[in-house]
């Protein structure tokens, strides 16, 4: 049964910094690029940052470069999210999903609820 | 960014009558392999966003055959042939071949 378990949310004051983790079973991890994605209390879906197979290739929405870094484990299937600096727009449910685009089946976690707040 | 920009954004909906949700990219989705990269997702009410047509009109494993998917270059459709009960919930559309990747605005599909 492939899954992917998001790990680390929880409520950090502003300025502060928290690190997401997501554990991937079930298909082969180091096959696929993977992706974060998140979505604001009622809001709609936002890709956050994308990895490539081997984790050379990254990349991130504006708003949070320079701030987030996307990174994975292949030897460990698990992708990671360092969060610093975060901010109140920062806060909603976190994602991780695999991020193909074509006939391979597209899985997403269950969710990591990132709260921003003093 | 590409803005992708669905209607309606709410769409009150009859068991067994069909139903339309449209999408447009304010650029082509048509990537250099001849692919068109655009996907429509359901998020059904406190459940993760699942992936229903990849490339404008492929269904992914396990969708019924009452979800299509339609159109080319900026305009594209998803159309739900007879409503069920879970098909309740919101319904997006998203382009991956600009970075970053966008999703429209969403569509909630509710019982009248």
Known sequence: ????VESG?????????????CAASGFTFSSYWMRWVRQAPGKGLESVANIGVDGGDKYYVASVKGRF?????NAKNSLYLQMNSLRAEDTAVYYCAT????SSPQ???QGTLVTVSS | DVVMT????????????????????????VHGDGNTYL?????????SPRRLIY????????????????????DFTLEISRVEADDVGVYYCAQAIHWPWTFGQGTKVEFK
């Open chain 2, 55 to 74: 490339k404008v009109s492929y269904r992914d494993s396990g969708v019924p055959d009452r979800f299509s998917g339609s159109g080319s270059g900026t």
């Open chain 1, 9 to 21: 949310g929880d409520l950090v004051q502003p300025g502060g910094s928290l690190r997401l983790s």
């Open chain 2, 39 to 47: 996907s429509w997702f359901q998020q059904r009410p406190g459940q």
């Open chain 1, 1 to 4: 049964e492939v899954q992917l």
């Open chain 1, 69 to 73: 870094t996307i990174s994975r484990d």
């Open chain 2, 6 to 29: 669905q209607s309606p954004l709410s769409l009150p909906v009859t068991l067994g009558q069909p139903a339309s949700i449209s999408c447009r990219s304010s650029q082509s989705l």
């Open chain 1, 99 to 102: 991020a193909n685009r074509g």
């Open chain 1, 107 to 109: 899985y997403w976690g």
